[in-house]
């Protein structure tokens, strides 16, 4: 048995042996449904005030209700942004969420206005405004960033006040547009159905709190404190009690829905890659003599994105290729194993916690282990 013989046998055996090992760990163990909880204001920031109630308080209570009960569902973890009555930056409410590598984010808030017959609960996803009313709810919740120190600096410039600076939020979220708004359908149907509220029906607006969020996010106004008898049921347990466990039973529907949707992905895209050959753009190119390139694979999702920095946490060098029902997303290119590594680890250092390296020869994707046997 030659050198190269021995080394290929080698790594093959080690291979089997881990993707054995992973698999029979992935039968007694699974990652763990992420679940960020932000109550809304807090510290120094009390929300609105309407009839005499406290915002933040009733966010708070709510919050931690809707955590309660989701913790006790199996393969659900929840995480908090606050768990008591302290201020929490906008920005650090999404480092948070992103840290803790989330699935959904969902931002607990009471709505107010110059009506005291506004009523009824809604759910929001980053967007532009639809009308004055939108504009006037996002407004609301972004002026906390008036009691941020260096704010200018900190949200480049972002004014609460000018609906301009809300086309620039836009973008970031766009990738998880789609699984937002289901989220925020599924809490909205949940209102209706289990507590019979008005239906205000999903909207956009443009809130910071889910600007830098990377993963499905919904802001929720429980209702209004300004409307006598809505902000007296929103401050007694019992009302705070029921709309925590129709938030809870909706993110937990939501859950399903997504692990049915990603079965019947995954199920489609097996049968397309065998009937559809993969469609490339900035395809893999030959840079050396063996023909070998890596790259570093960010991103698998159902919508083309455009290979802009401003879509990509500031990568550049990106390219795509639709595989199926999914477009496969590209960062990096070169013909050293170490160099991808690299690559990957600044990949990771960006949010792509996930990241991970693809080999191609002469433009035809290959294992990794064979493209380093190749070298």
């Not at 955590?67 to 606050?82: A, C, D, E, M, P």
């Not at 201020?87 to 984010?105: G, T, Y």
């Not at 009690?241 to 938030?247: L, P, Y």
């Not at 590594?341 to 990794?368: M, N, P, R, S, T």
């Amino acid at each position: 048995m030659n050198k190269n013989t021995f080394f290929k046998y080698t790594l093959c055996h080690c291979l089997l042996l881990c993707f054995m090992s992973l698999s029979c760990f992935g039968q007694t163990s699974t990652k763990d449904f992420v679940v960020v909880l932000d109550a809304g204001h807090g510290g120094k920031d009390t929300g609105n005030r309407g009839n005499g109630y406290m915002e933040k308080k009733i966010a708070l209570t709510i919050a931690l209700e809707i955590g309660k009960q989701l913790s006790s569902q199996n393969g659900i973890k929840v995480i908090y942004t606050r768990k008591d009555d302290r201020f929490v930056e906008l920005k650090n409410r999404a480092k948070i969420a992103n840290q803790a590598d989330a699935d959904l984010f969902i931002s607990i808030h009471c709505d107010a206005f110059t009506s005291p017959q506004a009523y009824g609960a809604g759910t929001f996803v980053l967007g532009l405004h639809r009308n004055k009313d939108n504009f006037r709810i996002a407004q609301n919740e972004n002026s906390v960033i008036f009691l941020e120190e260096d704010h200018e600096t900190t949200y480049e410039g972002f004014d609460p006040n000018n609906p301009e600076s809300v086309i620039s939020l836009v973008l970031m979220q766009e990738t998880y547009n789609s699984q937002s708004i289901e989220a925020a359908n599924t809490i909205q149907r949940s209102f209706v159905t289990n507590l019979k509220r008005k239906d205000r029906t999903v909207k956009q607006a443009g809130f910071l709190v889910l600007r830098e969020t990377y993963m499905p996010s919904v802001l929720v106004e429980v209702g209004f404190l300004t409307n006598k008898n809505e902000g007296a049921y929103l401050n007694s347990t019992s009302g705070q009690r029921e709309m925590a466990t129709t938030i809870s039973k909706a993110i937990i529907n939501y859950k399903k829905q997504l692990e049915a949707s990603v079965v019947k992905e995954d199920q489609a895209v097996i049968v397309a890659e065998k009937e559809t050959p993969a469609v490339k753009e900035n395809p893999a190119k030959t840079i050396d003599t063996n023909g070998i390139v890596f790259k570093v694979q960010i991103a698998a999702i159902s919508k083309s994105i455009d290979l802009s920095r401003k879509n990509f946490k500031g990568l550049t060098n990106l390219s795509k290729e639709k595989s199926g029902n999914l477009f496969r997303y590209f960062y990096g290119e070169t013909d050293s194993y170490d160099e991808a590594e690299k690559l990957k680890k600044k990949a990771i250092k960006k949010g792509y916690e996930h990241a991970f390296l693809v080999a191609y020869k002469d433009g035809v994707k290959i294992k990794i282990s064979e493209a380093i046997s190749t070298k």
